[in-house]
């Protein structure tokens, strides 16, 4: 297909749907539609993130929401890439992308499909993407506001004491008050401001940063800097690949003083709770100082993990008669902190490989005690999911549009099957040595792979920065969990009446769902209208995560970076169409264990 007959089947294409959906003609919108085709929103027509699978789901959902969402003015964007064909052959992708408004907004959609000369628009749509752009009558902030950025409160009154009561909240309450003050919460308040929403962050830590700072000392990055791109501020040219965790930590101090955003830091998040009648939340926190203050924001983000929060700890048998130490991987900073000859890590993602290989480097005899298969690429082959985002020649807006296209069920499940065994075949060396060294390969859910584990449950897999080939050459010895009878005074009983000696054994054993912080901070009845968080649900996305989860004013954030930045935007205006009153009660998603939820 040429660019032009591309171009105009797209416009075609774009005229029938908004004659569609005009008329609300649903035989006509089927038409437009392959039989199995997929429909994924963020915001745009369903104020949630959502999917709709197979022709009928979609044009329902079309014809339920086109009163009150109002689509209009779809149109071939002059702001996007004209469209094209992508790829050739079987894989020839045909991508188009429009622009349209709302009744409270302006948004953009996505379309992918399959060339088809006996189509009147030369292809047949089998994916579409939604996105909420921006809500209508919402200015961004005032670039260089005129004066010198404040009004004084009373005669004589100077910046430095009104930046002091502003950020101590000495009148008033934050609309948003952002539990976490990691990459998630910093990304969620510096969009909040963007849409003119004031945010309070608070965090137990002692400065922003503190989260990495303190983790264990060897820890650096497994992606690169170009996909872990903050919104609004750029990393200096200088900073690494792969960024240690201490330069991140610094900066995320860095980000949050440069786009002035108010942390308190060294915080305590209490608990809240929610009133329906006034629309707001109780929050109470306890300061550095010991003192309790309450506010009460319309809003809370929790913003304190991705996939969990609290480590999870698993019993197992006579380890409580063990002499020596016993800690969860949360808890190592660096082999040099510990008097140990002999480890025993239980697990094998990636905190356990990592505590390893600094072990083993320290001169620690080292065992890995595995019990479960784990997915291994090299990191360079893992990074081959993220080729966009290493293209410089693609802007990372574009590539932000493209991966929540990526995010459609179907075309995420069937994708990474392909990337996994194709990465599989680059590896095939290091798996086979691995596999040689006693570990057991996986290849993830439903051959998925690492990046589905991800965002599965946050475990197993490891992407290699050096403890793999130290496995391979016997420096990191793996033991199967099932050889491990139980745990006695100086080590692990095993099968065959022998005992692996340890002076330290550390639980790699990953954390629990934030479901469980939920209950604490919020209860548990507002626990079970959350229900499981960062786990896929039965539409395809990531349950709960950075859209409704069904407790009216509570809103949870997380994630890889690549992930934060383009979700937490759509989070941000979310909670500002809330705020203004865009998003009808029937657009409110159900809480999750009611009988309308599980419909």
């Keep these: 297909m040429s660019t032009v007959a591309i171009t105009e089947g797209a416009a075609t294409w774009a005229r029938d749907l908004q004659q569609a959906l005009t008329a609300r003609d649903g035989n006509a919108l089927r038409g437009l539609l392959a039989e199995q085709s997929a429909l994924r929103d963020n915001g745009a027509l369903t104020w949630d993130f959502r999917q709709f699978h197979g022709r009928d789901a979609i044009v329902s959902m079309l014809l339920n929401v086109v009163d009150e969402i109002q689509p209009s003015g779809f149109e071939v964007s002059t702001v996007w890439p004209d469209p094209q064909v992508i790829g050739d052959g079987d894989d020839a992708v045909v991508e188009a992308i429009f622009d349209f408004d709302t009744k409270s907004g302006r948004a953009v959609a ?4 399959t060339p088809d000369p006996t189509s009147p628009y030369g292809f047949v749509v089998r994916a579409i993407y939604t996105r909420l752009e ?33 950020r101590e909240w000495a009148e008033g309450n934050p609309e948003v008050l952002i539990v976490g003050g990691g990459q998630a919460g910093l990304v969620a308040a510096a969009h909040l401001a963007k849409v003119g929403v004031t945010a309070l962050i608070i965090d137990k830590n002692e400065r922003v940063g503190d989260n990495w700072r303190l983790r264990y000392d060897s820890l650096c990055l497994h992606n690169t800097v170009e996909m872990n791109a903050f919104p609004f501020l750029a990393y200096p040219s200088h900073y690494p690949e792969f960024l240690p965790k201490d330069v991140m930590g610094d900066w995320l101090e860095t980000y949050a003083r440069y786009l002035d955003l108010n942390v308190w830091s060294s915080t305590e998040f209490l608990g809240a709770e929610y009133d329906d009648q006034d629309g707001a939340w109780a929050a109470t926190l306890r300061r550095a100082d010991g003192t309790e203050r309450v506010l009460h924001p319309q809003h809370i983000i929790l913003a304190t993990g991705g996939i969990g929060g609290r480590p999870s700890v698993p019993t197992l048998p006579g380890l409580s008669t063990f002499r020596g130490k016993v800690i969860h991987s949360s808890a190592y900073t660096k082999a040099a902190d510990l008097d140990v000859r002999k480890a025993v890590v239980v697990g094998t993602a990636t ?38 985002h290493l293209d410089p020649s693609i802007p990372t807006e574009l590539v932000d549009l493209r991966d929540g296209m990526t995010q459609v069920k179907p075309i995420r499940e069937a994708g990474l099957r392909q990337y996994h065994a194709f990465a599989k075949s680059l590896d095939g060396e290091l798996l086979k040595g691995l596999e040689a060294a006693g570990m057991r390969i996986g290849d993830g859910f439903e051959g998925q792979g690492w990046p589905d584990l991800f965002q599965r449950t946050g475990g197993g897999f490891y992407l290699n920065k050096g403890a793999s080939d130290v496995i391979i050459d016997g420096g990191i010895k793996i033991l199967p969990f099932d050889r491990v009878v139980e745990f006695g005074e100086v080590g692990a009983d095993l099968d065959d009446g022998t005992t692996l000696d340890a002076d330290i054994v550390i639980l790699a054993t990953g954390y629990q769902n934030r479901k469980v912080e939920v209950a604490d901070q919020f209860g548990a009845d507002v626990a079970e209208r959350v229900g499981e968080i960062a786990r896929w649900d039965e539409e395809g996305e990531w349950s709960t995560m950075w859209g409704q989860t069904g407790q009216r004013g509570l809103w949870i954030n997380g994630g890889a970076i690549l992930q934060i930045r383009p979700a937490t935007r759509l ?18 998603r159900p809480p999750r264990n009611s009988e309308k939820a599980n419909a």
């Design 134 to 166: 921006e809500l209508r009558d919402v200015p961004g902030p005032e670039r260089h506001p005129r004066g010198n950025g404040f009004v004084p409160a009373y005669r004589g009154q100077t910046f430095g004491e009104h930046d002091r009561r502003r």
């Design 110 to 113: 996505l379309i992918n499909a």
């Design 571 to 588: 989070l941000a205006l979310l909670i500002k169409a809330d705020i203004d009153g865009c998003i009808p009660e029937s657009f409110r």
């Design 351 to 388: 905190s356990a490989h990592d505590i390893a290989l600094d072990l083993y480097e320290n001169g620690v005899e080292v065992t890995m005690v595995q019990r479960g298969p784990v997915v291994v690429n090299q990191v360079e082959t893992a990074n081959l999911v993220y080729a966009e």
